[in-house]
């Protein structure tokens, strides 16, 4: 017979619900309650319900489910969702999204194809996942995709003739100072939180949470992949790479963060800051760039488009009105 373990958010009972969760560990921020179904003291489907206030979606009032984990045992799986539905309900929420670890900030979405070997940063599950969600009465409400290029050498002269045209106006684009990493964290992270500001389901991040989480992220940056614009103090354009550990056919770099300041005097610094990372990727022995994570019809589609994107993996987000 099949039972539910709950788990609140003391720091006790997140430090045993985490011994249920293989992969990776689970957000504080945002936790509200930890479920766990389990049957002959085996752990058959878990997951996390988060709560966070500051996140919107339409005119619902949502909570996330994330930290996701299950066996082939859709009994299990009905079980899980039919008690965190009910958590929700009686929370007064009437929605239900995910995977989301608490925001966007953390890990969402599943792969729809995980059968592929993943790039760095991308996240691995069982490829029944998605199926569960659905058999469970989640819907598709985002879709996403990551496309990749072998073509990098690139000969625009739009982008030239931007290029001068924002030098004439002073737009300065430099590589991160490692040296200087965390400081470089600090006057970076107004501009890309108010950037992020209008993306889908954005929520806020403190300035201490952000750079706790970019810290490790050091060790895989090279200078020339992190470019900063800015016009004379201000930060109007960040364009992050890193190269991709796990590729072992290829030499790729993963352009994970593309950001410019939407005044209409910055319009194609996105493109020349791409042609900059194309141009260095290339000088230095690269010949494939994935532009991941990229929301369908978003700010960013343009730029993977004009540098020869293709799409190779998608990734969905889900949603179930209560």
Known sequence: MMEIQYFGHQEADLDLFQTFISSGSVPVEHFHTGIVVREDGQALAKAALYINPQL???????????????????????????????????LGLDMLLGPMNGSTWEDYRFADYS????FLMEKVHPSYYS????????????????????????????????????????????????????SELRHIYPFLTQAFSTNLLYSTIAESIFIEKYLPLKHYLQADFVLI????????????????????KNRTLIIKTIARDSASLYRGLGHVMAAQVYKQAHQQQFNRIIHAFLKEEGTSTPISQHFNGIPFQTYSLYGKVL
């Open 229 to 248: 614009a800015e016009h004379g103090d201000k930060v109007v354009g960040v364009f992050l790479c890193l190269a991709d550990a796990l590729d072992t």
């Open 131 to 182: 199926e569960q969600w659905e058999r469970c009465g989640f819907e598709t409400i985002a879709r996403y995709y990551s496309s990749e290029s072998y073509q990098l050498q690139i000969a625009d002269p739009t982008i030239a003739s931007n290029a001068l045209r924002l030098q004439d106006e002073g737009v300065r684009i430099r590589p991160l100072d490692l040296e200087d990493y965390e």
């Open 56 to 90: 919107v979606y339409q005119h619902y009032k949502v909570g996330l489910v994330g930290a996701y984990a299950a066996m082939e045992h859709i009994r299990a799986c009905q079980l899980l969702f039919g008690t965190l539905s009910d958590i929700a309900s009686s």
């Open 115 to 118: 059968d592929r070997a993943p």
